[in-house]
């Protein structure tokens, strides 16, 4: 129990990583009052902009430098915006990472005929980083940017201004020049861990039901409400 207990406390920091990362485009804006604002990025923000929809299959790593150590896992994302979320992971451990825009739930399956599986559930507002709150509101304006700098033909360094985005000191993007679309986030976290996130089979604007933002609760299953 101690093992799925870990892994259900890792949902605030997965959601506030997708979140995030999701809403990239938009963030760029919030520093355009200060510097010239990439024509890429333009381009990027106004692809998404026509788009409320986003599919894909990813892949995270998350390097912890205390524990010298690698880990990696694999699935499929969606979004919904403004506020839904949908992370499936499937590989090296299936989990459920859904939110709805109001709740959240956090789903492991039973890891045996005679376990039980555990969904952890509570209100999406308390997963949210201060840098989320504000994009999730429109508050572009606020300058939540503290600087905005190209550091190469197609990577973009973002860093957010100190207290806005929860443990992220410092983003990466790469993008994809031809299609217009964000392939690769990396995070540095204050302690200096990092997580890269890979989208592959990236689809903008398809059809998702609300229903799939939604978590219908599988016999056998333990609560834990947050």
Known sequence: MFQRWSRSSCSKIMLKILITFIFFPVLLFAAQGKAPFPKLLREVDEKYKKSRTLEADFTQENIILALKRREKSSGRIAFKRPDKVRWHTLKPDES?????????????????????????EGKASGLNSRFAN????GSFSTGNVQKLEKTGKSTFLVMPKQRTAG???KAWIDIDPVKKIITKVIMEHNDGNRTEILLTNIKLGVGLEDGMFNFTMPPNTEVVVK
């Open 134 to 137: 504000a994009l999730l509101s």
């Open 167 to 169: 443990t992220v000191s």
């Open 96 to 120: 459920l990472l859904v939110s709805n825009g109001s709740k959240f739930w956090y789903y492991t399956p039973p890891f045996s005929e005679d376990d039980k599986g555990q969904v952890t």
